[in-house]
């Protein structure tokens, strides 16, 4: 059974840092053609794709926020980390991890249930 | 970047009606690579359709997905009462991957 569950801070100030944190089980990440991928949901808002990892180490990101964002992963500890630089409050939203199905990397039929980052002073 | 718009924004229907949701891209999503997700409040969004028609493990064979180019369409054959719920689409041909800003399925 894969489940995955994201862990951080509910709460971040303006121009911190904000790290996530995705603890996953029942795959591993170095297997091929495996992915986990960062998405995010402002409150009564759509979603939004952030950055994705690879069984390659390969990353990617979204070019619009690419500046501000690492993803790496630890495959150990079955772990994929986010960090997002310079937060506002913009950037308050639910934040999910998701694993890329078989049919594409960019298809996810497993999620977290998310966790939710308040940007405020 | 590929736009995706949902329409309508809201649709107010009855257990055992049929549903029609459509989503239009701004250029053609090449391989139909559209996928469609379902969202209840309080919960992590759900696969129901990737490549436009294929239905994700365990989704009842009243959901449905077609079309091609720049026009899709997710069709609910007869709600059942859990099927009221928000509906995004997603596009993973293009980069970044983009999703529709939902419909949202209401009980009449």
């Known amino acids: 059974q894969v489940t995955l569950r994201e862990s951080g801070p509910a709460l971040v100030k303006p121009t911190q840092t904000l790290t996530l944190t995705c603890t996953f089980s029942?795959?591993?990440?170095?297997?091929?053609?495996?992915?986990v991928s960062w998405i995010r949901q402002p409150p009564g808002k759509a979603l939004e794709w952030l950055a994705l990892?690879?069984?390659?180490?390969?990353?990617y990101y979204n070019t619009s926020l690419k500046t501000r964002l690492t993803i790496s992963r630890d495959t150990s500890k079955k772990q994929v980390v986010l960090t997002m630089t310079n937060m506002d409050p913009v950037d308050t939203a639910t934040y999910y991890c998701?694993?890329?199905?078989?049919?594409?990397?960019?298809?996810?039929?497993?999620w977290g249930q998310g966790t939710l980052v308040t940007v405020s002073s | 970047d590929i736009v995706l718009t949902q329409s309508p924004g809201t649709l107010s229907l009855s257990p055992g009606e049929r549903a029609t949701l459509s989503c239009r891209a701004s250029q053609s999503v090449s391989n139909s690579y559209l996928a469609w997700y379902q969202q209840k409040p309080g919960q992590a969004p759900r696969l129901l359709i990737y490549g436009a028609s294929s239905r994700a493990t365990g989704i009842p064979d009243r959901f449905s997905g077609s079309g091609s180019g720049t026009d899709f369409t997710l069709t609910i054959s007869r709600l059942e009462p859990e099927d009221f719920a928000v509906y995004y689409c997603?596009?993973?041909?293009?980069?970044?991957?983009?999703f529709g800003q939902g419909t949202k399925l209401e009980i009449k």
């Open positions: 997603q596009q993973y041909a293009g980069s970044p991957r983009t």
């Open positions: 029942g795959f591993s990440l170095r297997r091929s053609g495996m992915c």
């Open positions: 990892v690879d069984w390659d180490d390969d990353k």
């Open positions: 998701a694993r890329g199905s078989g049919a594409s990397c960019y298809v996810f039929d497993d």
